[in-house]
């Protein structure tokens, strides 16, 4: 297995993907993340998605795009990393067929492999798995509905995945019910502690449908060092 990069939503799923492919063999060295300016895709602060990543000890590929320009810009990114050596993508999708075709044909497109380690799970195991393994995901965006929205800035635990698969939401939020960011976990060279923040309700249209989240914002934070868990490159 070669040099592998991490399609990096800074969630429990992106999270856990890099770390199953790490345990398989995979060498991952880079985190891509794409911020998309004209649709709702709030996966926490700049800064709060970079610290994740130098967490993490891999090298941060940042850029900014708009829905319409998302697959000619990442298709640049893929083809620029490709050039670097990497030969490996990691996604974190679970069962969405349509997203997994397009990665697939996107990476094919640029001589890259896709790799899929959630591929196939049901998703209480895939969010069970990561509570386990230590995983401290922070709830930052929900649809603005209970029960969702009462768990927007906490942290993602047993009660919370029970209380949303009562109420029939995939416990793994899927299909965009939920979205986390990843402040502590195994691979992590230290570990983020959000001291204060805001909550504010956006709304945003996509297609013909007009989407209501309510998010958190975190507005204080601090870094604490950890002396085990770093990805370490060869």
Known sequence: ???AAVSWS????????????????YRPLYAVH?????RISYHGPPWLLMSQIASTGLTGVFA???????EKDFKEILRRLRSLGVEEMVFGDIYIEEHRRWVERVCREVDIDAVEPLWGSDSYSIVKKALDLGVKALI???YDREPLSKYVGRILDADAIEDFEKNGIDPAGERGEYHTVVIDAPLYRYRLEILDGRFESIEGRFGDKIYRYRV???TKYRFI???LGSLEHQ
């Open 34 to 38: 794409m911020f998309v300016e004209n």
């Open 140 to 142: 930052i965006r929900a």
């Open 216 to 218: 958190f914002i975190p």
């Open 10 to 25: 800074g969630g429990k799923d992106s999270y856990l993907a890099m770390h199953i492919a790490y345990e398989k063999g």
């Open 1 to 3: 297995m070669g040099v």
């Open 64 to 70: 900014r795009t708009t829905w319409e320009d998302y």
């Open 225 to 227: 060092p950890k002396r």
